[in-house]
C-alpha cells in the first residue's frame, strides 16, 4: 500500500510492530537514511531474497527508497511472498522532510 509521508510519521510512531526497511543500497544507507531504519539492498536480488525471508510475515514494514520506485517493487514482492502489512513510502527520500541520520 503506498502511503504519504504525514501517514508514514502518524503509522510508524503508533504501530508497535513497525519495522522500517531501507531498501537503497549500502552506499545510500550510509549517506542518509530515516532512523531505526534496517538496509536491505534491493540491487542485490540474492541477499535480498535471503534477507527478506527471514523477517516475520506478521510484522508491519514501512519500507523506502531514493524515489519509491524499488519500494513499490519490494512491497509488491513480498506481498507475493505472503507479506500481510506492506507500505511504500510515496517519494521516498527524495520527498522526504522528516528527520534523517548522515
Known amino acids: 500500500m503506498d502511503i504519504d509521508q504525514n501517514s508514514w510519521k502518524k503509522q510508524t510512531n503508533s504501530d508497535k510492530n513497525a519495522i522500517i526497511l531501507d531498501v537503497r543500497t549500502p552506499e545510500e544507507f550510509v549517506i542518509s537514511r530515516i532512523p531505526n531504519s534496517i538496509n536491505i539492498d534491493f540491487y542485490n536480488p540474492q541477499i535480498f531474497m535471503e534477507e527478506i525471508n527471514k523477517l516475520d510475515k506478521n510484522q508491519s514494514y514501512y519500507i523506502y527508497c531514493r524515489t ?35
Do not use: P, Q, Y
Open 68 to 102: 519509491g520506485i524499488r519500494s513499490a517493487n519490494s512491497c509488491a514482492l513480498m506481498k507475493e511472498l505472503g507479506f500481510k502489512k506492506t507500505f511504500n513510502l510515496v517519494g521516498g527520500m527524495v520527498d522526504w522532510d522528516g528527520k534523517l541520520i548522515n
